[in-house]
């Protein structure tokens, strides 16, 4: 099974700052990585596919990018509502593998 | 707009068995693939299966190969999860996602939570 290792584990932020989070593949998994967005209580929600393309509705403000087997989940400009965990999810192969999360809190 | 409801969670005994729903509109269940996902207590999210709509064919995690199964009932556009044998680990809210595979879990339900205990 291809392993996601996502770091780190949970951040500190502030509104407006930038924030980053990362996501090593065990395997090269091409660009078929994707982000979601949860909050407590609540469902995922996809943000990004295929490492870097925003899905529809999203801000802008969010950011993918790939290097290798290391993919980057980036938020520009912090808002109060962008604080959540955010998973990164392989869809190069079954089983889908997801990361342990990133917890984003004040 | 396209919505997924899933029912059927519960309280169940380890050993036993119950059917969770998974309620579609705005699309036709023969023409989507659908992931469930679950989420333990506390946890991370964990993919369980994957119901191929072209080939009616379930892949499913190995925690849960041989208890769990899937099936699809197309007049009322609802896919099924099946589980049998649980156990406490199988505890968790369980969601459907309209899985556009490459492009990601694009649309999920809102969960249903199953506690075996």
């Known amino acids: 099974d291809i392993q996601l290792t996502q770091s780190p584990s949970s951040l500190s932020a502030s509104v407006g700052d930038r924030v980053t989070i990362t996501c090593r593949a065990s395997?090269?998994?091409?660009?078929?990585l994707n982000w979601y967005q949860q909050k407590p209580g609540k469902a995922p929600k996809l943000l990004i596919y295929?490492?870097?393309t925003l899905q529809s509705g999203v801000p802008s403000r969010f950011s993918g990018s790939r290097s290798g087997t290391d993919f980057t989940l980036t938020i520009n400009n912090l808002q109060p509502e962008d604080f959540a965990t955010y998973y990164c999810q392989q869809s190069y192969g079954t089983p889908w593998t997801f990361g342990r999360g990133t917890t984003v809190e004040i | 707009e396209v919505q997924l409801l899933e029912s059927g969670g519960g309280l169940v005994q380890p050993g036993g068995s119950l059917r969770l729903s998974c309620a579609m509109s705005g699309i036709t269940v023969t023409n989507y693939d659908i992931s469930w996902v679950r989420q333990a207590p506390g946890k991370g999210l964990e993919w369980v299966s994957t119901?191929?709509?072209?080939?009616?064919?379930?892949t499913f995690a190995d925690s849960v190969k041989g208890r769990f199964t899937v099936s699809r009932d197309d007049s009322k556009n609802t896919l099924y999860l099946q589980m049998s044998s649980l156990r406490a680990e199988d505890t968790a809210i369980y969601y459907c996602a309209k899985d556009e595979w490459d492009y990601g879990m694009v649309v999920w339900g809102q969960g249903t939570t199953v506690k075996v205990s």
């Open positions: 295929v490492a870097s």
């Open positions: 395997q090269s998994i091409a660009s078929y």
């Open positions: 119901f191929s709509a072209s080939s009616s064919t379930s």
